[in-house]
């Protein structure tokens, strides 16, 4: 083992560049596709067709094929469509489809939102009737009643589910390096392998950050599970 390698200055700031861009990524994709799945698990779980169709035909589209074919199509199919290439350097919001990391967290972002969606529109069935039911006692209307009371509770019962999609949405930013001019932990991992040929030291040390990041992850949630859904924990007789 030439751990030695790794550690050179130059290295390891390869490997803190790519941990930031996968947090970036990350982060980026979390709130774009979080917040396109609140609306659209209100219309999944809709009794009209014409709203919860098109919902459930895009998550089962997005759930049933791989994120990395999902990248591939953005980045070197609608990315370089004549039609895009044409506005990219002067019309929003073409412009952005030059930044290879734009296409990225896009496809990470649509990933990530058809899960969310699933689950949150899930949470939203199981909502307590008593709940509705006070809520229409005290004289909500529908549309309050989801946003006071059936949205913020779906929300807090769906953190635990929500922790586990974070965490593969992290893991799945390895896929990053796919796109070229984007240097990702995994990216940086290649980087030392190919010009060094060591390939024990590189990625082990690319998976030894991913597994931090893990672990402060799941006591970051940990922490808000605590807070949010205390009130579901069993109580001291």
């Known amino acids: 083992m030439q751990f030695d390698v790794v550690f050179q200055t130059e290295h390891l700031l390869m490997y803190l560049e790519g941990t930031w861009v996968a947090l970036q990524l990350l982060i980026s994709c979390l709130v774009v596709g979080g917040a396109l799945a609140i609306p659209l698990a209100l219309m999944r779980v809709s009794p009209q067709v014409w709203l919860h169709g098109p919902v459930w035909a895009f998550t089962y589209v997005i759930r049933g094929t791989p994120l990395l074919i999902q990248l591939y199509i953005i980045y070197y199919g609608v990315a370089q469509l004549d039609f895009i290439q044409a506005r990219w350097d002067e019309q929003w919001p073409w412009t952005a489809f030059k930044q290879p990391f734009f296409c990225a967290m896009l496809a990470f972002a649509i990933n990530t939102c058809a899960y969310t969606t699933e689950m949150l529109a899930g949470s939203i069935r199981d909502t307590s009737a008593g709940e509705i039911e006070a809520a229409q006692a005290m004289g909500m209307s529908r549309a309050q009643a989801v946003w006071r009371i059936v949205l913020p509770s779906a929300l807090r019962r769906t953190l635990p589910a929500y922790s586990n999609e974070v965490i593969m949405m992290l893991h799945s930013t390895s896929l990053a390096s796919a796109v070229p001019a984007l240097l990702d932990i995994t990216g940086a991992a290649r980087t030392i392998y190919a ?17 931090t990041l893990t672990f402060t992850l799941v006591g970051l949630f940990k922490l808000a599970e605590g807070k949010w859904l205390a009130y579901l924990q069993p109580r001291a007789a």
């Not at 010009?195 to 597994?211: H, N, Q, R, S, V």
């Open 195 to 211: 010009k060094y040929y060591l390939p024990f030291e590189a990625f082990i040390t690319a998976g030894l950050i991913y597994l």
